[in-house]
């Protein structure tokens, strides 16, 4: 093959493996389960790729006893998380290693445990009081926790007016993998995703 055949056929096999991402990614967008999650944005700035978000997820925090599944979670682990319809956002209800059979209202999040940590948590009781118990807290990365934005716009959801609520809409397909379809202030659509 002379070099020329080489490179066309180099080029040929990088532009199916980027289209082969952009259409699983868009599959995903497409036929996955869609979901609303509850986050705490900051705002850091890339100087290659402009502003961008990066989210911190109410499920990206679990307190393990308070979840049916696997306790024992150590950091590195690829787990399933499932996650069940709530008001305003979706709640975690159980987490494993293995993936659980997915109930008909919900959906399953895989993720990989960033750390896990014991420390105090506060278990409300009845009466003026709160008890003081341990507990396992486990931080969880659904590779979701990043999301670029137009220049100029991130510190909006970064610093959202008095009273404004910022939510992700995510879809997730059957292999439990999640991607960003729309961030929503109030309910409303802010930013939504397409294939450009």
């Known amino acids: 093959m002379t070099r020329g055949g080489r490179l066309l056929t180099l080029a040929l096999a990088q532009t199916a493996v980027l289209a082969g991402l952009i259409g699983f990614r868009q ?3 497409e036929t996955g389960t869609p979901v609303v999650l509850s986050i705490r944005p900051v705002d850091p700035r890339s100087l290659f790729q402009g502003d961008y978000v990066e989210f911190s997820y109410d499920i990206g925090h679990l307190r393990l006893d308070r979840l049916v599944g696997d306790d024992d979670l150590e950091r590195g682990e690829t787990v399933y998380v499932d996650i069940q319809p709530g008001r305003p956002a979706w709640q975690a209800t159980g987490v494993w290693r293995q993936r659980p059979a997915a109930t008909p209202t919900g959906a399953v999040l895989r993720g990989q445990v960033r750390w896990v940590t014991e420390q105090q948590c506060e278990e ?3 009466g003026e009081s709160a008890a003081i118990v341990p507990c396992r807290i486990a931080a969880i990365r659904y590779g979701i926790e990043e999301y670029f934005v137009p220049e100029g716009t991130g510190s909006t959801l970064e610093r959202p007016a008095e009273g404004e ?6 879809a997730v397909n059957r292999a439990g993998t999640p991607a960003i379809s729309a961030i929503l202030v109030n309910g409303e659509v802010r930013h939504e995703e397409g294939l450009f």
Request: no cysteine; glycine share 8%; aromatic share 8%.
């Open 27 to 29: 599959w995903t967008l």
């Open 124 to 126: 409300s009781g009845s």
């Open 165 to 170: 609520r910022i939510d992700i809409r995510v």
